[in-house]
């Protein structure tokens, strides 16, 4: 996660907006059986990202459950997005072929969340692996439906861009 993530996060913060976020929701999509550890594994993280160097002072830290909002929107975002685009998604397949519990709305409907949790903060940039290009690409799908059905005439929601950074290379 160091090398991944952690190291571009350090660097970023200092020259751009930043919000990092403890995803405790996606991880109920997979884990929904074990909240107890999630929750003792929220605050673990926090500590990592921290001794790492992410500075307080220089980037946004929350937990994603504390910010009623990224349920909100998710939920808007469900009501106009056919499940079709979220069924085509290769990851999906792939984990409920292996694992028959995964079939649920929740873990269906992770990237609409993950879309949400763009969407917002209006991001312009979303630091991503190239491995997470779909996942942006879908929230721009999103983003542009949701747009043209509830505002025509002005963006509500603007689409962001993956920032491949130099880690997320190797």
């Known amino acids: 996660h ?19 976020f403890v995803a405790d929701w996606h991880a109920l999509t997979t884990h ?5 550890d999630i929750e003792k594994n929220v605050y673990d993280m926090v500590v990592d990202w921290l001794a ?8 946004t830290l929350f937990i994603q459950s504390r910010m009623p ?18 069924e085509r998604i290769p990851s999906y397949k792939d984990q409920v072929e292996k ?9 269906l409907g992770y990237p609409l969340l993950q879309a949400a949790d763009i969407l917002l903060y209006k991001a312009a940039y979303v630091p991503v692996g190239e491995d997470q290009t779909a996942h ?15 505002s025509p005439e002005r ?16």
């Open 69 to 86: 909002e990224h349920a909100e929107l998710f939920t808007l975002l469900a009501m106009s997005t056919p499940s079709s685009w979220l």
């Open 52 to 59: 790492a160097g992410i500075d307080p002072e220089e980037a």
């Open 32 to 36: 929904y059986q074990q909240r107890e």
């Open 2 to 20: 160091y090398h991944g993530a952690l190291k571009n996060w350090v660097r970023l913060q200092s020259s751009h907006d930043c919000f990092f």
């Open 155 to 170: 963006v509500i929601l603007p689409e962001p861009q993956e920032l491949l950074t130099e880690t997320s290379r190797l």
């Open 99 to 107: 694992n028959k519990e995964l079939a649920t709305y929740g873990f």
């Open 136 to 150: 942006v690409e879908v929230t721009r799908e999103v983003a542009r439906r949701f747009n043209r059905i509830y």
